[in-house]
């Protein structure tokens, strides 16, 4: 009995069992950069902080609290050693994040935890020290909603039966818990206001060997309603940690494997993959008062009263469809559309923002924001249609007939000038928000959505059995793609137009926001392919990304939010229609580009904007960006892999743009409709063999196009072991055999063939903070046996062009075979000016 009590004596108040983390092969490591965005969210609450470990709290709309941050007190000592001095690691996984602090004596590992479905969160202290040691938790309350709304009355007090500070307001509809059932209140709080100091509480370890294997739950909970609701939220999580840390586990594990699955052989591009899948999962909320929709990006909000993009943005959620629908995540991005609707205005545009306050407030009507983009209406068809292509889900398309044809007749009344294109002068906002290239007629990108869109509506329409809508909306899009055809393109500057005014007159400017409609293929080929090499130079391209506007343009500024900056979800247009013209060694250098920010500032996302002048991102750019993870997804899918399903006409296309020196790319889970798909890729130096396989539910058309260098020669395809005839495609970059099969269960197909040289994508590894300096490849010519190739690079610089099978390379002048690669020799030149040159490639 005397041992037992002993022991008691020595345990750890509050304390509960440490249990062993998952091993997870998606963590991503890295020496902690103490300013440096992170946040673990779910779909009712935030923590949205630093690698410092400092972090405001939100419970969806409210924000509970500011400036969370740890010291630490060694003994009876009263100099704090802070948290922000002295962490050192950070470790995140999609279910936690993991910050270590160390100091001579002790180190304490504070693991972040968010359930996914509940209105808190919670921190795990893991403390292993040798001296007794004193953990302080301060922080400033706020109780506040987001922006514009506001609440007054606030108070905050010490609840010692729930060893936690309560954070509520005089009506009692807005709480917050935030504590540990081993702490204890340390701060004087005034009666109905809060403190302008910081509340703090402690919790004392007095002896070391009583937190050994243990682990000190800090709880966090919060919401607008019930108090007692929120009350028992605290105490469930603090009850059931390791439940929760496990239900989070369950929840990422079922992310990954239901939806889309790549391995290739860059490991970099498939973590980026993986975790744009969280990145748009996390942004998925549940609001109290509004539903379940899809906020646009977080980013912490400081003083202010917005958490980055943490609204409900309606053309955000378009842009994303494309990207959920591709990676298979058809549940989110239905419920984003889904959401959309109940905000649509009586004539039938589309809302643009809708602040997560809008329970507290009268938005739509004492405030101008909500409807002031032309290009929601258009981008709500368009993302309506690529989902019902996808999933084959009919009844929603009826049950939002309504929706749809408002949105049409909306857009339809926009066409100012009778040219069967959207004005912006009647329509609202298209491609820029401020500036002097708002005063147009048409931009490039508006015009290229309600193009896609008439396009998209007769295939809706069709489905809805509304035949004679569907008639206009064919007519209406082979007059409104004519008309894109024409007003758009420049033949003094071989390029399509960023815009005309009103007397149709172009704007002088090259800007990459063509690259939307020749991503759907709106341009006339040969055009297309002309305006894309001028996105092609580092007249816009850097190493990051593609400048909003040209760095040679009077308007540029690098940072500049429309007039200069680079932008990943820009950047994800441009890729996807570098590969969709078979610009393939282009295509993979933009999707890397982005891949790469996956892993520049808040660890597993893409921060929305960085300088047009080097890798860095502006101090207010929001870091966890949702349309930027498209700079991953949607070329990678719809471009490197070349995956375009259709449940519809139950075909798929599958025409894999990979380096010629990957030998081998496992797909899996591709899904379409009902259907799922999974395809194993393997090269050799000359032959190809893909074997297919599916669920078997329905046959599928399959066309099959892999890209192989110009120059290398189809000597025979089978499928299934029998010969099959093939038709070829050729274009400056690649030859295609184009293979056509039905799938019913399962099929392999080998591909002999003849290889010529083929060049690898120049990827310059940019770090933090360079600027342009990667060699930049703007065209290929292929006549006869001779390869023409256009690059830029710095002048006195010399590169080298990586080049698989090198020996079937007879000449070059121009540059200087060296084995594997051509080394190439820029003249001098001005610094950091990069130049152009030529050479000529003739094969064996």
């Not at 009590?5 to 490591?29: C, H, R, V, Y």
């Not at 100099?79 to 270590?100: C, F, K, M, N, Y």
Request: charged share 20%; with cysteine; glycine share 8%.
């Amino acid at each position: 009995m005397a041992m037992l009590m002993s022991w008691q004596a020595q345990a750890q108040e509050g304390a509960i069992p440490a249990f062993k983390l998952q091993t997870n092969d998606l963590e991503l490591t890295r020496l902690a950069q103490p300013a440096t965005y992170f946040d673990k969210v779910g779909r009712k609450f935030a923590m949205l902080g630093v690698e410092s470990g400092a972090f405001e709290a939100w419970a969806y709309p409210l924000k509970l609290l500011r400036n969370f941050e740890f010291a630490f007190f060694i003994g009876s000592s009263t100099e704090p050693v802070r948290g922000r001095d002295i962490v050192r690691h950070l470790s995140a996984t999609p279910e936690a994040t993991t910050l270590t602090y160390t100091f001579q004596s002790f180190t304490v590992r504070a693991i972040y935890v968010t359930p996914v479905n509940e209105p808190g969160a919670l921190i795990l202290l893991d403390i292993n020290t040798t001296e007794p040691l004193t953990v302080v938790c301060s922080f400033l309350p706020v109780l506040q909603p987001m922006w514009p709304a506001g609440l007054g009355g606030q108070y905050a007090w010490w609840d010692n039966e729930m060893k936690a500070y309560l954070i509520s307001e005089s009506s009692r509809k807005n709480h917050g818990y935030v504590g540990s059932p081993a702490a204890m209140g340390m701060s004087y709080t005034p009666a109905h206001m809060l403190s302008d100091v910081p509340n703090q509480f402690r919790i004392e370890i007095k002896e070391p060997l009583s937190v050994r294997g243990k682990f000190i739950p800090i709880i966090l909970a919060g919401g607008k309603g019930n108090r007692d609701e929120v009350k028992l939220v605290y105490k469930k999580l603090a009850a059931h940690p390791e439940q929760f840390y496990q239900q989070n586990c369950e929840h990422y594990r079922k992310l990954r494997e239901n939806t889309l699955q790549v391995e290739t052989p860059d490991r970099e591009l498939n973590l980026a993959f993986e975790w744009a899948k969280v990145a748009y999962d996390n942004l998925l909320v549940e609001n109290p008062d509004l539903g379940l929709g899809l906020i646009a990006g977080l980013a912490a909000s400081g003083t202010s009263g917005r958490p980055g993009f943490g609204w409900f943005f309606g053309g955000d959620a378009f842009i994303n469809a494309l990207s959920l629908n591709s990676m298979g995540a058809f549940a989110t991005a239905k419920q984003a559309l889904a959401f959309t609707q109940k905000w649509q205005r009586e004539d039938g545009k589309m809302a643009h923002e809708l602040s997560q306050a809008a329970g507290y407030i009268n938005w739509f009507k004492d405030y101008p924001y909500g409807y002031i983009h032309g290009d929601t209406s258009p981008f709500y068809l368009t993302a309506m249609y690529d989902y019902y292509k996808m999933t084959g889900d009919l009844e929603f398309i009826r049950s939002s007939w309504g929706s749809l044809q408002r949105a049409y007749e909306w857009c339809l009344t926009t066409d100012e000038d009778g040219d069967g294109l959207m004005d912006n002068k009647k329509a609202g906002l298209g491609a820029l928000e401020f500036g002097a290239l708002t005063d147009i007629q048409t931009d490039v990108y508006l015009a290229a959505v309600w193009v896609r869109a008439t396009y998209c509506m007769q295939q809706l329409a069709l489905a809805a059995e509304e035949k004679t809508i569907a008639e206009q909306a064919g007519q209406r899009f082979e007059r409104a793609r004519a008309a894109f055809q024409q007003r758009f393109w420049d033949e003094e500057h071989e390029h399509y137009s960023y815009a005309f005014n009103a007397k149709g007159e172009h704007v002088q400017e090259v800007t990459p926001w063509s690259a939307l409609g020749l991503m759907w293929e709106l341009g006339e080929p040969a055009r297309s392919v002309r305006s894309l090499e001028k996105l092609n130079s580092a007249e816009l391209a850097t190493d990051w990304g593609t400048r909003s506007i040209s760095i040679k343009s009077a308007r540029f500024e690098a940072l500049n939010y429309n007039y200069g900056a680079v932008w990943p979800f820009i950047t994800s247009w441009v890729a996807t229609a570098q590969y969709k013209h078979h610009l393939a060694l282009q295509g993979f250098i933009s999707l890397k580009a982005s891949a790469r920010h996956t892993f520049d500032n808040g660890l597993g996302f893409v921060t929305e904007v960085f300088s047009g002048y080097q890798n860095l991102w502006p101090q207010e750019a929001v870091a966890h960006q949702g349309f930027c993870s498209a700079g991953v997804v949607l070329p990678l899918v719809r471009g490197l892999l070349g995956l375009e399903g259709d449940a519809v006409n139950k075909t798929i296309a599958f025409a894999p743009h990979f380096p010629a020196d990957w030998e081998k790319v496992t797909i899996k889970n591709y899904q379409i409709g009902k259907e799922i798909f999974s395809f194993n890729c393997q090269r050799a130096k000359s032959e190809l063999v893909v074997e297919v396989s599916s669920k078997s539910i329905e046959p599928y058309t399959l066309q099959f196009a892999p890209a192989l260098g110009v120059g290398s020669e189809v000597k025979s395809v089978f499928v299934n072991g029998a010969p099959v005839l093939f038709e070829k495609k050729v274009s400056s970059q690649t030859m295609q055999p184009i293979i056509v099969c039905t799938l019913a269960n399962a099929a392999s197909i080998k591909v002999n063939f003849e290889p010529s040289f083929e060049l690898l994508p120049p990827i310059y590894l940019s770090k933090t903070g360079d600027t342009n300096k990667g060699l930049k490849i703007i065209s290929t010519d292929w006549q006869g046996k001779k390869m023409k190739l256009v690059v830029e690079g710095l002048a006195g610089e010399k590169y080298a062009l990586q080049v698989r099978n090198a020996e079937r390379i007879a000449t070059v002048v121009g540059a200087q075979r060296a084995h594997d690669h051509l080394e190439i020799q820029f003249p001098a030149g001005n610094f950091g000016e990069f130049v152009r040159q030529e050479i000529l490639i003739t094969a064996q």
